[in-house]
């Protein structure tokens, strides 16, 4: 009897209770390990690193749920671009004026840029995210909507780890394995992170010199051109064909000449040169709410560079907004 009672407790006691998908995790889990070897990633930084990681449900609900594709433009702007982060961007600016200085004049990235994407992407360092990184890049990697991304995003931490560059013991991160200041992803890191303060590691969350210039190193690399146009956002005075209207950041297409929007109806751009080019966005038109007279932009070369940093339209479009706040008050 009392046997048949430590069996229904073994079983029925949440402690022991393994759902299938933790049972098929744990499975991959062991195969990812090897596969990482295999990649010469050494035994002890695989066992350090994957000594606490688990299967994550919140992360998929995250993963399923993200405000850049289910909030409106007007909504999603307003709650980030807004003015206490503006105030809070010149203060940050006041103290570390040396830093954002010899930044801006290095990379040629200008500062109210980095500050606006210091703002949105963690509230100035105040939202970090809590999250084990390598347990929310194994719950991605083990699901398949997107599992080979995420799998090498976390083979390239483990080798940053490997290599002594990324202290273990700091990743928390975003749920999606973002990670510091500017939440890079561990290709990110790989490919722009720098070791400004020279102290022989990469510290995008501790330290704020490495994470300045690692940002501007970054949006530098990827094609920011110094004090370009990023968006102006218009009213069109007549319907312009669907054709010439952008609702993905996949692939900004039909960029054309000031001049050209002019006579397709779009006359608030008096002051932007007609020899410049620009492709139309109107976000909401992604969504079943959104209509033709939901809020419209056009874009230019820098803003692109924006959605290589993050594959959002309202993304790009509230951090130049923020950038062009912050540059009008300093």
């Not at 339209?313 to 912050?326: E, H, K, Q, S, Y």
């Amino acid at each position: 009897m009392i046997k048949k009672l430590l069996l229904i407790f073994l079983l029925t006691y949440p402690q022991f209770s393994y759902s299938n998908v933790e049972i098929d995790f744990n499975t991959w889990l062991n195969k990812f390990k090897i596969r990482a070897l295999k990649k010469g990633i050494s035994e002890e930084t695989i066992n350090n690193s994957f000594k606490n990681a688990k299967y994550l449900k919140q992360v998929i609900k995250y993963d399923r749920y993200q405000p850049e594709f289910f909030e409106d433009t007007k909504t999603y702007i307003n709650k980030r671009a807004t003015r206490s982060r503006l105030l809070k961007a010149k203060a940050l600016l006041i103290k570390n004026q040396k830093l954002f200085d010899e930044v801006e004049k290095k990379f040629n990235v200008e500062k109210e840029l980095l500050l606006a994407l210091w703002g949105i992407e963690t509230n100035f360092g105040k939202h970090v995210g809590k999250m084990d990184i390598i347990s929310s890049l194994a719950t991605l990697s083990f699901d398949k909507r997107r599992s080979e991304f995420f799998s090498k995003e976390l083979l390239i931490l483990l080798k940053l780890i490997d290599q002594k560059l990324v202290d273990v013991d700091t990743l928390y991160g975003s749920w999606a394995g973002a990670f510091g200041n500017f939440q890079f992803m561990p290709s990110s890191i790989e490919n722009y992170a720098i070791d400004y303060d020279k102290n022989g590691k990469i510290e995008l969350k501790q330290s704020l010199h490495d994470a300045v210039a690692s940002a501007a190193n970054y949006i530098n690399k990827i094609g920011w051109k110094y004090e370009s146009l990023c968006f102006h956002k218009v009213e069109p005075t007549k319907p312009i064909s669907e054709k010439y209207i952008n609702v993905s950041a996949k692939k900004i297409k039909n960029y054309l000449t000031i001049k050209s929007w002019k006579k397709k109806g779009i006359v608030d751009i008096q002051q932007i040169n007609d020899k410049y080019k620009a492709a139309l966005i109107i976000p909401d038109l992604a969504v079943s709410e959104g209509n033709k007279n939901s809020p419209a932009f056009l874009v230019f070369g820098n803003y692109e560079k924006i959605l290589k940093w993050n594959r959002s339209l309202r993304f790009g479009v509230t951090v130049c907004t923020l950038a062009n706040m912050i540059r009008n008050e300093i």
